[in-house]
C-alpha cells in the first residue's frame, strides 16, 4: 500500500525494512514481513535514548553477519556503516542502541514488563500499519523537552527588542500548552492505515486524567447531513457536527484563554476570564448542533463574504436573545482591553432579511500584531472591511435553527435560503460524500478541506493584498475529493482523525507535476 501511495503522489516509496537492513548490513535473520520499531527509553540520570527492535527468526545468524567485535554477556558491539552499535536479543528481536546506552539497553533486555498502555490504546493501534505511543511518563518527559527547546528559542529573540515580542508570545502560547498537556493528558497514540484501496488515514487518541462526561452522539453521516442547510458554494471547508452540554467546555475555553492572553498580551484578569467563560457558556446553551461552511470569496468582496453558519438550538429566539446578550458583556469586559484580537463595536437586535435577529459589528485589533501593526491597515481593510470592521448578522429560520453570515444581509438570505432547500445544499457534493464514507462512523464533529477551495483562495488574497506585478501565479488544483477531518470524544479519551482519499493523492502527484514545471520554465 504505500508503495502504491507513493505512486499516485509522483514520490518514491521508502521501505524501512529494506532500509532497516541496508543499514545493517545484513540480509539473513531479518523476518521480511516483520516489525521494526523505535522506542525512546526514559532514565533517571540524563536525557533518553533511543533503542531500534527488528523482527528477526534467527538472532545468531544475525549476528554472525554483522561481526561482533566484542561481548558482554547478552550485549555485543558491531560496527555498521562505520559507526559502532550494541546489540541483544530480546524476545523474538534483536535490539540495537549505541555504545553509550549500553547500561539501559541492558535494562531493557532483562526487563520483565511491557510498556504500559491502557486498552483503549492498544485497541486503538490494533490494525494500524504504522504506530506510534507517547506513555504518561514519554507524554511528561516530550513536553518537558519540548518547553525547555521553547524557552532556549524565547532568550534568542529577546535580543531582538520591540520587533521579538510577536514571536516571543508565538512560543510561549506553545509552551503553555505543553505545560497543560503534561498536567491533563495521561496517554498518546497517532496511526497510519492505508487500505486496499490506497485512501490513507492518519489518527490520533488522547487520553486524559480527568476526563469529564459528553453527552452528545452521533455519527459522521449524520454530522454531514447537517451541510445540506448550507449553500454549495466553491467551498474552503466546511464542518458540521453534533453538540451538547459539557464541563469540557470550560476547560477548552479556560485553556484558549490563557493561550490568548500569552500570545496577544492579554490584560484580562483571572476573574475576567471567568466571567468570559461564564457569557461563552451561555450562548451554548441548549445548542444541539451545527453546521459551518468557509466558501472561496466573491470577486472583490471581504474573505467572509461567504461564510455561513447553522445553529440548531432547543429555542431560536432565545439563542439569538443569549447570544446579544453575551455579545455586550464582552463588550464591556474588553472594551479597554487593546491586547484583545477583536473588539465588539456595537451588538443590536434588529429584524434582518425580514426574521427577528441581530447584528453585531467587530473591529480586528491592530494592537493585538504587535509593533507594526498598523501597516497592516490597508491589507486588513481590502480582506475584512474598511478600518477592519466585520459585521455579523443572525436571523431566526425556524422555532430551532438560527442562521449566521458575514459582511451583509444579502450572504444571510442567500444562507437562509440553503437552509430551506437541503436538497440542493453543501452535502450532496459529490466529493464530500466520497470523503464522508471513510471517516469514522462514530465522529461527532467532521470537517472537510477542498485542496482546490484553499488554492483558488490564496490566488483571491494575493490579488487583493498585492499590487499585479507582484502577484505570484497558482496553479489550480485538479478536481478531487476534499481531505476529511473528524473529533470523537466518549468521555475518557478525544480521537482525531484525517482521511486523506486515493483520488486526491493521485490528483496532489498531478499538482506537484505541474508546480515543478512550472518552476523549470
Do not use: C
Not at 502504491?4 to 521501505?15: F, G
Not at 493523492?505 to 518552476?519: D, E
Amino acid at each position: 500500500e504505500v508503495n502504491q501511495t507513493a505512486q499516485r503522489m509522483q514520490l518514491p516509496a521508502p521501505n524501512l525494512l529494506e532500509m532497516a537492513k541496508t543499514r545493517l548490513g545484513a540480509v539473513k535473520g531479518v523476518v521480511e514481513t516483520g516489525d521494526l520499531a523505535l522506542v525512546l527509553m526514559g532514565r533517571e540520570a540524563g536525557g533518553p535514548f533511543p533503542v531500534v527492535f527488528v523482527r528477526t527468526d534467527n538472532y545468531d545468524e544475525l549476528l554472525g553477519q554483522l561481526k561482533p567485535e566484542n561481548q558482554d554477556g547478552p550485549v555485543s558491539q558491531v560496527t555498521v556503516a562505520n559507526e559502532s552499535f550494541l546489540i541483544a536479543k530480546k524476545g523474538g528481536y534483536a535490539v540495537l542502541t549505541s555504545p553509550a546506552n549500553r547500561d539501559g539497553l541492558k535494562q531493557v533486555v532483562e526487563s520483565a514488563t511491557s510498556v504500559k498502555v491502557n486498552d483503549g490504546t492498544r485497541e486503538f493501534t490494533q490494525h494500524a500499519d504504522v504506530y506510534a505511543v507517547a506513555t504518561n511518563a514519554g507524554v511528561k518527559m516530550l513536553s518537558q523537552l519540548a518547553i525547555v527547546g521553547l524557552q532556549t528559542v524565547k532568550q534568542q529573540f529577546t535580543q531582538m527588542g520591540p520587533q521579538g515580542q510577536p514571536a516571543i508570545a508565538a512560543f510561549g502560547m506553545y509552551e503553555d500548552l505543553f505545560k497543560w498537556a503534561a498536567q491533563e493528558v495521561n496517554q498518546v497514540a497517532i496511526t497510519v492505515q492505508i487500505d486496499d484501496s490506497g485512501n490513507v488515514a492518519l489518527a490520533k487518541r488522547v487520553d486524559f486524567h480527568n476526563p469529564v462526561e459528553y453527552a452528545a452522539t452521533g455519527s459522521a453521516a449524520s454530522a454531514t447531513k447537517r451541510l445540506a442547510q448550507l449553500p454549495k458554494w466553491p467551498y474552503v471547508a466546511a464542518a458540521a457536527g453534533e453538540l451538547g452540554d459539557s464541563a469540557a467546555f470550560d476547560k477548552w475555553m479556560q485553556m484558549s484563554l490563557d493561550m490568548m492572553r500569552t500570545m496577544y498580551g492579554s490584560k484580562l484578569t483571572d476573574e475576567q476570564i471567568a466571567k468570559l467563560i461564564e457569557v461563552s457558556r451561555q450562548s451554548m446553551k441548549g445548542v444541539r448542533g451545527m453546521s459551518f461552511a468557509f466558501g472561496v470569496p466573491k470577486d472583490g468582496g471581504s474573505i467572509y463574504s461567504r461564510m455561513g453558519i447553522i445553529m440548531e438550538t432547543d429555542n431560536a429566539a432565545a439563542y439569538i436573545d443569549r447570544y446579544l446578550d453575551v455579545m455586550k458583556q464582552m463588550q464591556q469586559l474588553v472594551a479597554d482591553n487593546a491586547g484583545m484580537p477583536y473588539q465588539v463595536v456595537t451588538a443590536e437586535k434588529v429584524e434582518v432579511a425580514g426574521a427577528p435577529g441581530m447584528k453585531v459589528v467587530m473591529q480586528i485589533s491592530l494592537a493585538a500584531i504587535g509593533a507594526g501593526g498598523e501597516q497592516f491597515k490597508e491589507m486588513f481593510d481590502k480582506m475584512y472591511g474598511k478600518d477592519g470592521k466585520i459585521a455579523v448578522y443572525a436571523a431566526v429560520i425556524d422555532a430551532n435553527h438560527v442562521a449566521i453570515a458575514y459582511v451583509s444581509e444579502e450572504n444571510l438570505r442567500e444562507v437562509m435560503q440553503a437552509a430551506k432547500a437541503p436538497a440542493t445544499g453543501l452535502a450532496t457534493d459529490e466529493g464530500i460524500q466520497t470523503t464522508a464514507k471513510l471517516l469514522p462512523q462514530k465522529a461527532q464533529l467532521v470537517g472537510y478541506v477542498s485542496p482546490e477551495g484553499i488554492m483558488s483562495f490564496a490566488q483571491r488574497t494575493m490579488q487583493a493584498i498585492l499590487p499585479p506585478a507582484q502577484q505570484p501565479q497558482i496553479p489550480a488544483f485538479p478536481s478531487s475529493p476534499p481531505l476529511g477531518f473528524s473529533i470523537q470524544y466518549d468521555g475518557e479519551a478525544l480521537e482525531a482523525g484525517m482521511v486523506a482519499p486515493a483520488e486526491f493523492l493521485t490528483a496532489l502527484g498531478k499538482y506537484i507535476a505541474a508546480v515543478q514545471q512550472g518552476a523549470g520554465r
